[in-house]
């Protein structure tokens, strides 16, 4: 399951799929990438994950959904193998989403072209991307 996944991450890298958007002159950097996972059940989960660094200000936003587990479960989410925070399914999208950001005085990771974010339950990946 997680070799499959790692494929899929490396197949979205391949694919160009990833965005650097650099704004003129401003400094912004906005890196995007899609995250995908293996089919649980009759679902397959998906999601998306956003950095943006601009005037010494940085935030990072994880949101997954169609996550076949139960409501109320916790889903750690990683970039390059750190843990960042984690996720908590809600009933609506059977998903959620993790929102960093250094004004409201969270810490957030370094995050660069080519950084590897999952989000798993326990040990087990349901969905990478790669910025």
């Given at each position: 399951?997680?070799?499959?996944?790692f494929?899929?991450?490396?197949?979205?890298?391949?694919?160009?799929?990833?965005?650097?958007?650099?704004?003129?002159?401003?400094?912004?950097v906005?890196?995007r990438?899609?995250l995908t996972?293996?089919?649980?059940?009759?679902?397959?989960?998906?999601g998306?994950?956003?950095?943006r660094?601009?005037?010494?200000?940085a935030?990072?936003k994880?949101?997954v959904?169609?996550?076949?587990?139960?409501?109320?479960?916790v889903?750690?989410?990683?970039?390059d193998?750190?843990?960042?925070?984690?996720i908590?399914?809600?009933a609506?999208t059977?998903?959620?989403e993790?929102?960093?950001?250094t004004?409201?005085?969270?810490?957030?990771?370094?995050?660069g072209?080519g950084?590897?974010?999952v989000?798993k339950?326990g040990?087990?990946?349901?969905?990478?991307?790669v910025?």
């Amino acid at each position: 399951m997680t070799r499959r996944l790692f494929s899929a991450a490396a197949m979205l890298l391949l694919a160009g799929m990833p965005a650097l958007v650099q704004a003129g002159g401003s400094g912004e950097v906005r890196l995007r990438t899609q995250l995908t996972g293996a089919r649980i059940d009759r679902l397959t989960p998906s999601g998306q994950a956003d950095f943006r660094a601009r005037s010494g200000r940085a935030d990072l936003k994880v949101e997954v959904e169609d996550v076949n587990v139960p409501v109320g479960t916790v889903l750690d989410v990683y970039v390059d193998n750190a843990k960042v925070g984690t996720i908590t399914v809600a009933a609506v999208t059977l998903g959620g989403e993790l929102d960093l950001n250094t004004q409201d005085g969270a810490v957030v990771p370094k995050v660069g072209k080519g950084s590897v974010v999952v989000v798993k339950n326990g040990e087990q990946g349901i969905v990478a991307g790669v910025f």
